[in-house]
């Protein structure tokens, strides 16, 4: 059984940049492409972006896209995920998550993912 543990969060004013970071232990990292996750009150877990087992390849969500990157140290057992230019609709619990298979490719449904973090949060205000 893979542990997550997410950090980096806080509260940051509109336009802010903040960096979290997911460190995993108990299973083999670098076969796993992992993700990221938000959710926001009132609303249901979303997909914010996932990342490949080496790093070549990201997929992010519409509402981030050009404002986050998601990127991994296999060597630190951690993904991250910098977020640029934060907005008060980014204000969310954030979750990292590994992958349900090895190797496997991910999409945007969180049925494709297990082992869960226990979350971050960020607050942006306006």
């Known amino acids: 059984q893979v542990q997550l543990v997410e950090s980096g969060g806080g509260a940051v004013q509109a336009g802010d940049s903040l960096r979290l970071s997911c460190a995993a232990s108990?299973?083999?990292?670098?076969?796993?492409?992992m993700g990221w996750f938000r959710q926001a009150p009132g609303k249901e877990r979303e997909f914010v972006a996932s990342?490949?087992?080496?790093?070549?390849?990201?997929f992010y969500a519409d509402s981030v896209k050009g404002r986050f990157t998601i990127s991994r140290d296999n060597a630190k057992n951690t993904v991250y995920l910098l977020m640029n230019n934060l907005k008060p609709d980014d204000t969310a619990v954030y979750y990292c998550?590994?992958?349900?298979?090895?190797?496997?490719?991910?999409?945007?449904?969180?049925?494709?993912?297990?082992?869960w973090g226990q979350g971050t949060q960020v607050t942006v205000s306006s």
């Open positions: 990342i490949s087992r080496n790093g070549g390849s990201t």
């Open positions: 998550a590994t992958a349900r298979l090895p190797v496997t490719n991910v999409g945007t449904d969180d049925v494709d993912f297990a082992s």
């Open positions: 108990g299973r083999t990292f670098s076969w796993y492409y």
